[in-house]
C-alpha cells in the first residue's frame, strides 16, 4: 500500500487564543470522510483550543478535499480512497511518532464531540498519571441538547463495553467514543493493524494487556443525525456487532461466549417479549 501524502503546514501560534492552556507536545488529530458539510465549522473551533492540527482525510469523494485546500494552516494525510478509521487513526499515530509529538488529541468531525472540551483533555494529560485518557459519553450525564442516540448503537455498545470488561478487568463505561487523548510512544508500540470501526476494541485489549494507565472523563452525548449510518454491511446492527465480536475473539484468543453469537437485533426482540 502507498504511502498516504501529506499536505499543508504547522499552524502559527499566534493563531491560537489560548495557547498558553495547551500542553508541550500534543496533537490533535481528526479523522474525516464525506465532511465537508462539517469541516470548516469544525476547524474553525478546534482551532481555538489547539495549534497542531492534523487531519486524515480518508479518501472523501464529497468536496472535503477542496474544502480542506483552503486550511493551509493545518496539516493534512490524504488516502487516495476509502481504507477505513482504524487506518486514519493509525497513520495519525504514526504522523504524531515522527514529527515528536508525546500526546495526541482525536475528534470526529461530524459535530458529536464538542471542541471546548479539548482544555479539559490537556487538564488530564498535565496530571501525569494516565497514558490513555477516554471520553466517556455515559460516566456522567452531560446535557448537550441534541437528538437521542439510535438505540441500537447504544445497546451495542453497552454489551461490547461489557465484554471488555469482563475478558479484561477494567472499567470502561464507553468503548466507542472517539474523543480520545493517547500517549503517543506506547501507543505505538502496541503495533495496532485493525484498519476498520473495530480499531478501538484491538486497542482497548492490546492496551490493558500491556498495563497501559486508562482513565475516562465525562464528555457530552451528542447525535444530530440519527439517520446517518456506518457504510456498507456494517448499517445492519447484528453484522456490525459480529464484527466486533470477532475482532475481541482473535485477540483474545478464545470465544468469549456462544450466546452472544446470537444476531443482535434477534436477541433485543426475544428480550423486549420477555419485558412485555
Not at 61 to 83: E, F, M, P, W
Not at 233 to 260: C, H, M, T, W
Request: charged letters at 25%.
Amino acid at each position: 500500500m502507498s504511502a498516504p501524502m501529506t499536505t499543508g503546514h504547522p499552524v502559527p501560534k499566534q493563531l491560537v487564543s489560548n495557547k498558553r492552556q495547551e500542553p508541550a507536545s500534543t496533537l490533535v488529530a481528526i479523522p474525516v470522510f464525506n465532511e465537508a458539510e462539517y469541516v470548516d465549522d469544525v476547524l474553525r473551533e478546534v482551532r481555538r483550543y489547539a495549534g497542531d492540527i492534523l487531519l486524515v482525510n480518508d479518501g472523501s469523494t464529497d468536496g472535503t478535499s477542496q474544502v480542506l485546500a483552503k486550511h493551509g494552516c493545518v496539516r493534512v494525510i490524504s488516502h487516495k480512497k476509502n481504507i477505513g478509521y482504524g487506518r486514519s487513526l493509525i497513520d495519525a499515530f504514526r504522523f504524531a511518532v515522527g514529527n515528536d509529538f508525546d500526546w495526541m488529541i482525536t475528534l470526529d468531525c461530524d459535530h458529536q464531540h464538542e471542541p471546548s472540551y479539548i482544555p479539559r483533555f490537556y487538564d488530564e494529560i498535565k496530571k501525569g498519571d494516565a497514558d490513555i485518557i477516554s471520553g466517556s459519553r455515559y460516566l456522567k450525564k452531560i446535557c448537550s441538547g441534541s437528538v437521542p442516540p439510535p438505540a441500537e448503537r447504544v445497546a451495542i455498545n453497552g454489551k461490547t463495553t461489557e465484554i471488555l470488561n469482563r475478558s479484561l478487568g477494567i472499567d470502561l463505561t464507553d468503548a466507542f467514543c472517539g474523543f480520545k487523548a493517547y500517549r503517543v510512544e506506547p501507543i505505538l508500540k502496541l503495533s495496532l493493524t485493525e484498519t476498520g470501526y473495530g480499531l478501538p476494541l484491538q486497542l482497548w485489549i492490546r492496551a490493558a494487556r500491556a498495563g497501559l494507565r486508562i482513565r475516562e472523563i465525562s464528555v457530552p452525548l451528542i447525535y444530530h443525525d440519527p439517520k446517518r449510518n456506518f457504510s456498507g454491511a456494517l448499517e445492519e446492527p447484528e453484522i456490525r456487532f459480529d464484527y466486533y465480536i470477532k475482532i475481541i475473539e482473535k485477540e483474545l484468543g478464545y470465544n468469549v461466549s456462544q450466546n452472544i453469537r446470537e444476531p443482535f437485533h434477534r436477541r433485543e426482540e426475544q428480550s423486549h417479549l420477555r419485558k412485555s
